[in-house]
């Protein structure tokens, strides 16, 4: 980072507002869904964990941001391994969580009748068990590999943080890391492209059982039901499609710096606002919540 107090002023500026409009609006979601009875439902439970991955992940990697655009961009290393086990196990836990939550449209779109059935309370649990588990054992590989790499070239990590897939880490070790980096990248693009291929399945299904609706207002407010989540879908397949399938990291990282900032602050701002303005039943849980602490002030 270019010591330059000027854009080192503007840039923890940007990354605190950020910040703080993220966790902010995320921890706003999880309220209203813990205290509007109209939003006990099993997509509501799955957003309100999806605003909790969202609210971690951006704390997790803006915190250490924070503290480089003060200016010191010293580092020790055991914070390292522990800051990349924590970003890299929230953002696996968030593609199972969009795939269980496209699942979760399908049943209700499609299956209608049965879908309290179907997606019950303890069911849910299970999905969102199962989306932390498939997340651990995924990533725990890698990561325990990661402990063996050797150091001795350069202590410089080329990037703001530790993430990007251990692209910074593995450029500066002197270990043989070619193996480590199909690894990871072979792991990377099975997650990617079994999530996205259920994600799409869910969606064709979807749109194929929508179109069937007879009333064009019934196909509209199916599809708002499900914009919300396409759109965040998109924004997350896209960016870390973008960050993590690199053929060569020790050749890429670069590229990602500015993509990574972007990512872990502006993305985790997007998510309550296109939940909420996309979404009639928030917005109205968001208002009485606003009554409610009106009234409380009054008394």
């Given amino acids: 980072m270019q010591k330059s107090p000027s854009l080192q002023i503007l840039l923890f500026i940007f990354l605190l507002i950020t910040y703080l409009l993220s966790v902010i609006g995320n921890l706003t ?17 799955f957003l309100q964990n999806f605003s909790f991955l969202k609210a971690s992940f951006t704390t997790v990697c803006i915190r250490r941001y924070l503290y480089l655009a003060t ?18 196990v929230l953002g696996v836990t968030e593609f199972f969580l969009l795939t269980t939550m496209s699942y979760d449209r399908y049943v209700a779109i499609c299956k209608p009748l049965h879908y309290m059935t179907i997606m019950n309370h303890r069911v849910c649990i299970r999905f969102l068990i199962c989306c932390y588990i498939l997340a651990l054992l995924i990533v725990l590989p890698p990561y325990i ?16 943080g530790c993430d990007a897939a251990a692209a910074p880490i593995l450029k500066i ?58 759109i965040v879908v ?9 960050i993590y399938i690199k053929p060569q990291v020790k050749e890429g990282v670069a590229m990602n710096k500015m993509v990574s900032v972007l990512m872990t602050s502006i993305a985790p701002v997007m998510n309550p ?24 002030s009054k008394n």
């Avoid at 200016?71 to 890299?88: C, E, M």
């Avoid at 299904?205 to 509209?220: A, C, D, E, G, N």
């Avoid at 998109?234 to 973008?242: A, E, L, M, N, V």
């Fill in 145 to 160: 590999m990661g402990f063996d790499l050797e150091f001795c070239d350069s202590n410089v990590i080329d990037h703001f």
């Fill in 29 to 45: 979601i999880i309220a209203l869904t813990f205290v509007d009875s109209c939003l006990k439902t099993p997509m509501y439970f």
């Fill in 234 to 242: 998109s924004i997350t397949y896209g960016s870390r499609i973008f």
């Fill in 173 to 230: 070790s002197c270990s043989d890391t070619e193996f480590l980096e199909q690894f990871v990248l072979v792991l990377a693009v099975l997650t990617l492209i079994f999530t996205l291929v259920c994600v799409i399945l869910s969606y064709i299904y979807i749109i194929r059982t929508i179109l069937r609706f007879p009333s064009v207002q019934q196909r509209k407010e199916a599809f708002s039901t499900c914009s919300s989540h396409i």
């Fill in 71 to 88: 200016g010191d961009n010293t580092v020790t290393y055991n914070p390292v391994p522990l800051n990349y086990f924590f970003v890299i």
């Fill in 273 to 296: 606002f296109i939940y909420t303005l996309r979404n009639k039943q928030v917005i109205q849980a968001f208002k009485d919540m606003l009554k409610r602490i009106a009234s409380l």
